[in-house]
């Protein structure tokens, strides 16, 4: 009769079990940042929203509830993030492997911006003070859903991408028909190019473009070392 559990695990050497908790640590994962307004009664108002620290929907790394041991070593690559003076932080991050989700696809209902709205809060999370978060400079790879309203400005989303200083990677996942692909990549490219060569300071990460559809790729965004130098 096999067994399902393994009393012996206490008494393997320390430098067993810490390798153990290594590889059963999960590996690079995407985390979803959401910002979190809590409802509440305020001077007689029965929904009166108020924002109560950045969240995410997805699960916290089960190796850092297992046991003290486990946690202790896991926290040598996660770290709790994204809080600021006002809220505690509550989201568990590997910074050096996980990806950062910013927005959500266009056919999930988010619980206070309404139906087919997409969380891309990037100005918020920079904004500082009350609303905004600490640790963005820690963000290595993110990903992001483009909303619509982003065509509208003369940046695009560069100019928050840029306070991003710890960022290498990115993925933007465009929500417009394939037939739209060349016109929107040249937009992207003519934005990038103009806020780099403004900012020769910024080191422009690798940018991916995806169908959010499809999830077609549809290809690079950069600029030349001739346009970042202006």
Not at 69 to 89: I, T
């Amino acid at each position: 009769m096999s067994s399902t559990t393994f009393t012996l695990f206490p008494l393997l050497p320390s430098e067993i079990r810490l390798k153990i908790w290594e590889f059963i640590a999960p590996g690079p994962r995407t985390v979803r940042i959401q910002y979190h307004v809590k409802h509440g009664a305020v001077r007689g108002r029965k929904d009166h929203p108020a924002f109560n620290g950045w969240i995410s929907p997805d699960p916290v790394p089960v190796v850092l509830h297992v046991c003290r041991e486990a946690r202790a070593e896991s926290l040598k690559r996660f770290e709790v993030a994204f809080g600021n003076h006002f809220h505690d932080p509550s989201i568990y991050l590997n910074f050096s492997t996980d990806v950062v989700r910013f927005g959500n696809d266009r056919l999930v209902e988010t619980s206070w911006l309404g139906a087919g709205a997409m969380d891309y809060l990037l100005d918020v999370l920079l904004s500082g003070g009350y609303h905004g978060a600490d640790d963005t400079d820690k963000i290595q790879f993110m990903s992001i859903d483009i909303h619509e309203d982003l065509y509208d400005r003369r940046n695009f989303c560069w100019d928050e991408i840029r306070l991003f200083r710890g960022l290498k990677g990115l993925t933007m996942m465009a929500w417009d028909e394939s037939s739209m692909a060349d016109a929107l990549m040249s937009h992207y490219r003519v934005t990038l190019a103009a806020v780099a060569s403004a900012h020769p300071e910024w080191i422009v990460p690798k940018i991916s473009v995806f169908s959010g559809v499809s999830n077609e790729e549809w290809g690079v965004v950069a600029v030349t070392t001739s346009e970042h130098e202006g």
